[in-house]
């Protein structure tokens, strides 16, 4: 281990009156100052980051940093620290996000995992040529693991929370794998809310604006020359849903976005396009539907029609779950708790006056 803790296992404990928490200090010294600053972070934001999530006092200071706080909080913070600078001696560059995840893994490192399965008690991790990404919640812990162990994954949540961007990983880790021999990426072409008109340019063009998210994701995994060779060749194909319609698709991965916004009949037309040796993902956010009033989610009948089919997982990622950045989780958690009060209000109004009705 390139590093040199000091005091672990005997704290230096500061005397704390009677009724209040018993305080602790630990130093950490790393011995690569460079390695050290890339998990202390520009301008210690990693450590700000730990100090306001786990409610402790660090101060970095070249290639040491002094941790206080409670004690079995301080041990936690000693082993997410641990864990990061186990990251970037192996080149993995660090984000705010990623310490989310070693905080969370810390954490759960005792419940979350069978004493049997002690050996694997780290989050899950999908590997391409470009990159490595490890989970960073319980939620996309038991995502990564279903995609690996079924042909069809259902992945329900809101914006942020990676649905889209981990499974288009893992399906480039199995193209690279040799695992299957083409990828299929697909959406519904809804206008969020929006009315577009006529847009000008071929069929790619039109169509294009829709799948930019996936494009993005792919290029964050694939070389550019590896994807724009993929899409030359036919090995990796981006489409509308529509384009699905009448095809099956063998020895692929076949991920479908955005999918609270198909119909019923369009979400059986494209699980039923299944074929031998494929596998299947879909995703979708059943609180962001584009559909006109009225019509039924295609996500959400599919869920409701094969919950405890055999072979399908499903996976229901929460406000608490978004990763994307701490202030889209909290516009998330607003918005619900504002769904949260309206259907309060409406429930405690419907009661009342069901209580003010006159008798006969």
């Known amino acids: ?8 296992g005997r704290f230096t404990r500061q005397q704390a009156p009677q009724g209040v928490v018993e305080a602790a200090e630990i130093k950490l010294t790393f011995e690569d100052n460079r390695l050290a600053s890339l998990v202390f972070g520009q301008y210690d934001q990693n450590i700000a980051h730990l100090e306001r999530r786990l409610g402790i006092v660090a101060n970095a200071n070249g290639n040491h940093v002094v941790i206080r706080g409670n004690p079995e909080i301080v041990e936690r913070t000693r082993r997410v620290l641990e864990r990061l600078y186990e990251r970037v001696r192996d080149g993995t560059p660090l984000t705010v996000g990623d310490v989310d ?3 969370q893994e810390t954490a759960l490192q005792g419940s979350l995992f069978p004493v049997a399965d002690q050996a694997s008690s780290a989050f899950e991790e999908i590997g391409t040529r470009k990159r490595r ?5 319980v939620a996309q812990h038991a995502y990564m693991r279903l995609l690996k162990r079924h042909e069809l994954v259902f992945a329900e949540g809101p914006a942020g929370t990676g649905k889209t961007w981990l499974a288009v990983g893992h399906a480039v880790s199995l193209l690279e794998q040799g695992a299957v021999e083409r990828l299929v990426l697909s959406r519904p072409a809804v206008e969020a809310g929006e009315r577009l008109g006529f847009l000008p340019g071929d069929m790619k063009e039109k169509v294009d604006p829709y799948l930019r998210p996936i494009y993005d994701a792919l290029y964050d995994f694939m070389e550019a020359r590896h994807v724009e060779r993929g899409l030359q060749t036919g090995m990796i194909e981006i489409a509308p849903l529509a384009f699905m319609r009448g095809r099956t698709l063998t020895n692929a991965v076949v991920l479908l976005d955005e999918a609270q916004n198909t119909t019923t009949m369009q979400m059986k037309m494209f699980l039923t396009r299944l074929g031998e040796g494929s596998r299947m993902v879909v995703t979708g956010d059943p609180s962001q539907i584009d559909l006109p009033p009225g019509q039924k989610s295609g996500l959400v009948e599919a869920v409701r029609i094969l919950d405890g089919v055999e072979g399908i997982g499903r996976v229901t990622f ?9 202030l889209v989780r909290r516009i ?3 918005y619900e708790a504002d769904v949260r009060a309206g259907a309060d209000l409406r429930a405690g109004a419907d009661s009342r006056a069901g209580q003010e009705k006159p008798r006969p």
Not at 1 to 8: A, N, Q, T
Not at 133 to 137: C, E, I, K, Y
Not at 318 to 326: M, N, Q, Y
Request: charged share 30%.
């Open 1 to 8: 281990m390139s590093l040199r803790p000091e005091g672990v």
């Open 101 to 103: 995840g070693a905080i």
């Open 133 to 137: 990404v490890r989970a960073r919640n």
């Open 318 to 326: 929460a406000e608490g779950d978004v990763v994307r950045h701490d």
């Open 332 to 334: 998330v958690g607003a």
